[in-house]
């Protein structure tokens, strides 16, 4: 369990609030007709799968009897780092008229002496995070005068890990948030890390760790696979493939899946339906994983064994703390149990 510190109301008295504007720099990437946008038909799932894939890798060119006339382009540099924009990342509170009012209203709570919110900090900064429910808020703070509240985001752990291969770390502009493009056991993954600020000089390229991994819905809708897919098909793949989301981004992914387990938990007060889904099984790793769903980007309550498609943001910790339980986890970890199918006719396989 990571070092966290108990908040008291004494660290906090002598300073005012600074806030960051909750820009709204993205529309959410599907609209409430979801059919009308740019959704991956149900013929056509996206690439990370649960599948071997069989097409032959073509030949290369034979360039020593044919030089290059001209020299080869110079690399492509590092695109320059951008803020992260969470305000789509709280996908959870549904149709909430005021979310920024409301995220701020949770912050300002957490500050008081009865709160139990908990925090880590380092140096100029602290990592807040309020531990009274299963999906928490978080917030990155620098501890200035006045206060200044630089990120609000969600925070969860997970039961469920994957291991990660980190082959990029995209930072924000401050170095305080980051995005880690990972590999797992050949698929490509990319998630949100949400203890970068303690970890961020402890990671290395080429290195693979066990992350906790989560979700949070963007849309989640009844899938129809064609007739060539498997009915126990899983697979995934980033947003920006299927969508003309000018802001998709890397930890943003289109989802087809179905229903291992389901529960309900709540985020101050709003009430959630956690989806235990699994995204791809590459070699012998199940990436599964929970999926914080809110009724409003839900098509309805789905049952365990129907198929879903989805949009969902990746989100991610390590080291891992010890993870809260999921109700149904002897029954997701336990041997395999028939599921089933959208039709009722028959049970998919685990």
């Known amino acids: 369990m990571w070092p966290w510190l108990l908040l ?6 002598l300073f005012a609030l600074v806030i960051r504007p909750f820009r709204s720099r993205a529309k959410a990437p599907l609209s409430s007709s979801p059919r009308e946008q740019d959704q991956p038909a149900a013929a056509s799932p996206p690439l990370q799968t649960s599948a071997t894939a069989t097409t032959a890798d073509p030949e290369p060119d034979d360039l020593s009897a044919q030089p290059p006339t001209e020299p080869a382009p110079e690399p492509e540099s590092d695109p320059e780092p951008v803020p992260f924009i969470h305000e789509r990342h709280w996908a959870v509170l549904g149709d909430e008229p005021d ?4 995220l701020i209203r949770i912050f300002e709570r ?3 002496s009865d709160s139990e919110a908990a925090a880590l900090m380092l140096g100029e900064h602290f990592h807040l995070v309020d531990k009274r429910s299963r999906l928490m808020f978080s917030a990155l703070v620098r501890r200035t005068r006045p206060l200044q ?10 039961p469920h890990t994957w291991p990660l291969t980190l082959q990029r770390i995209e930072e924000s502009p401050d170095g305080l948030e980051a995005r880690l493009i990972c590999s797992c056991q050949g698929a490509a993954v990319a998630i949100y890390d949400t203890l970068y600020l303690k970890n ?13 991994v989560s979700a949070v819905a963007y849309q989640l809708e009844a899938d129809e696979l064609d007739s060539k897919f498997a009915e126990d098909f899983t697979g995934f793949g980033p947003l920006a493939g299927f969508s003309k989301d000018p802001n998709a981004a890397p930890d943003e992914v289109v989802v087809h899946s179905y ?15 956690v989806y235990v889904m699994t995204l791809a099984a590459p070699g012998e790793v199940r990436m599964r994983t929970e999926v914080y ?3 409003a980007v839900a098509e309805r309550r789905f049952e365990v064994g129907e198929r879903v498609r989805g949009v969902l943001w990746l989100f991610g910790m390590y080291p891992a703390p010890t993870p809260t339980p999921t109700p149904d986890d002897d029954a997701v970890a336990g041997p395999p149990r028939a599921l089933r199918s959208p039709s009722g006719k028959k049970p998919l396989p685990n």
């Open 8 to 13: 008291s109301v004494i660290c906090f008295a």
């Open 99 to 102: 979310p920024h009012q409301m």
């Open 110 to 112: 957490l500050l008081q």
């Open 149 to 158: 509240l630089l990120s609000m985001f969600p925070y969860t752990e997970s």
């Open 200 to 212: 961020r000089d402890a990671y290395s390229l080429g290195q693979t760790l066990s992350f906790q």
């Open 259 to 273: 229903i291992e387990a389901s529960f309900d938990t709540e985020f101050w007060g709003i009430p959630l339906t």
């Open 293 to 295: 769903t809110h009724a």
